[in-house]
């Protein structure tokens, strides 16, 4: 029997075509869930600054730097201005105070390398979790103890749903917590 060129492609390429596709396939969704997942991100900073000291030995407040997370979507990273406050007397002639008072003085945004973020096809708005209640910590991990802070929890939709689903045991802190939306409009706009 003769065989021809279509028993050739149907036998031979087009299994190899389908292997090729279903393995970049899987390859893209693992590579991109690494991505997304984001744990142990720990970029390194334009100035060496210790959350461990100042929210945690200080007891600065979160809010007192991150000024717009009970306002809006943003917590927005502290301008040079903020550490200035106190910086214009405390610990002034320590390497990483020259460097701030630096962008300070010629009016230069300090460069922070973003670490926590949530993917660009996701909304979120800070405020309407923290003026429930919900404390930094149930996302960001204990900065009060970082040196210099990392992801230390995914910001995948799996772990928004858990705590939208399950608040109590995710957020044990709070006395009276309502499930969070699950419908996707919530999220996906």
Not at 66 to 87: D, F, Q
């Amino acid at each position: 029997m003769k065989k021809t060129v279509l028993d050739y492609a149907l036998k031979i390429r087009l299994p190899l075509i389908l292997f090729t596709v279903v393995l970049a396939f899987v390859i893209t969704f693992y590579v991109s869930r690494a991505e997304r997942d984001g744990i142990g991100y720990q970029p390194q900073q334009p100035i060496k600054y210790s959350h461990k000291l100042h929210a945690g030995t200080m007891s600065i407040d979160c809010q007192y730097c991150h000024t717009g997370v009970t306002k809006g979507r943003h917590a927005l990273v502290p301008s040079a201005n903020i550490c200035m406050n106190c910086h214009t007397v405390a610990r002034k002639d320590k390497p990483e105070i020259i460097k701030l008072t630096r962008y300070y003085e010629n009016g230069e945004p300090i460069p922070w390398k973003r670490i926590h973020k949530v993917p660009d096809y996701a909304y979120f708005n800070h405020s309407v979790h923290v003026n429930k209640g919900i404390q930094c910590e149930s996302c960001h991990g204990n900065i009060r103890e970082m040196e210099e802070v990392s992801q230390v929890r995914g910001f995948t939709m799996t772990a928004c749903l858990e705590c939208h689903r399950d608040p109590e045991k995710h957020l044990p802190y709070l006395e009276k917590v309502n499930k969070g939306p699950e419908n996707c409009a919530a999220c996906h706009r």
